[in-house]
């Protein structure tokens, strides 16, 4: 039991990492299922790095990381939202246009600055080991805000993700729903990117979200299954990364990674198994 249990009793700021990790997780974890879902799986890569010249404008005028991350996110959204209804391009075609515009911006603004040494590898990777007791507070109020927007208009999304046509005629507009969906991604993405950064966070949204749907028949299964691997695997990576010596951040999002591909190992497993069965008794008969 103290190889599991030791490394966060007796080490506070371990302590504060893994619960910083488990609300990140779970935030990922819910808004990754509509992401899932919806298949936005392009946009969150687009925010989860259009936040980069954000955090670095932000850093080189002395303000808060978050603050910049939050103007890159909504800048990203606003710009998609601008060329999707004022032009005949895809949104496929905005976000990538977007997303590699705004990843060359925040590249050259770091290029220019011999300031960003030590921070852009915090904004890349997370400072999880250095999370405090505010940022903690900070986490948990925005996987308060992410879980009352995901169940308050639960039902919208879900039309959304499967069918927009059908969202309009019950009532609700495809287009407010998804930008307030977009909204809901981005605010998971630049409250995370702190912990796990801009790399990482991408893949929080998606693995866990992937794990559950691959396990669940229903949508709110696929979000508790979500929730429990977002959270095994922040446990597992911040006990891997302390006992080996690894970048805890890219420990939690391995963890995560590999969590989906047992799970898919195993159903593809049950699956072939079954189609034998099936086809035993089809013999037979």
Known sequence: MTWWIAPFADNPFLLRALIAGILVAVSCSIAGTFVVLRGLSFLGDALAHGVLPGVAGALLLGLPGLLGAAAGATLMIVGV??????????????????????????????????????????????????????????????????????????????LLSFDPEQADVAGWSSRRYELLMLVMVALTVVMSFQTVGTLLVFGLLLAPA?????????VAGMMAWAVLIGSVSAYLGMLISYHYDLAAGASIVAVAVLLFFVVFAIQATRQVISDRRAAGQVAVA
């Open 210 to 218: 992937g794990g559950g749907a691959l396990l669940a028949r229903s």
């Open 81 to 158: 939202n601008l060329i999707t209804s004022r032009s005949r391009l895809s949104s496929d075609t905005a976000i990538g246009l977007l997303f590699v515009g705004m990843l060359a911006l925040g590249v050259v603004m770091v290029s220019r600055s011999s300031t960003f040494t030590g921070d852009i590898v915090g904004i890349l990777f997370g400072e999880i080991l250095g999370v405090s007791t505010r940022d903690l507070i900070q986490q948990a109020i925005a996987l308060v805000a992410v879980g009352v927007v995901a169940w308050v208009f639960a039902r919208p999304f879900l």
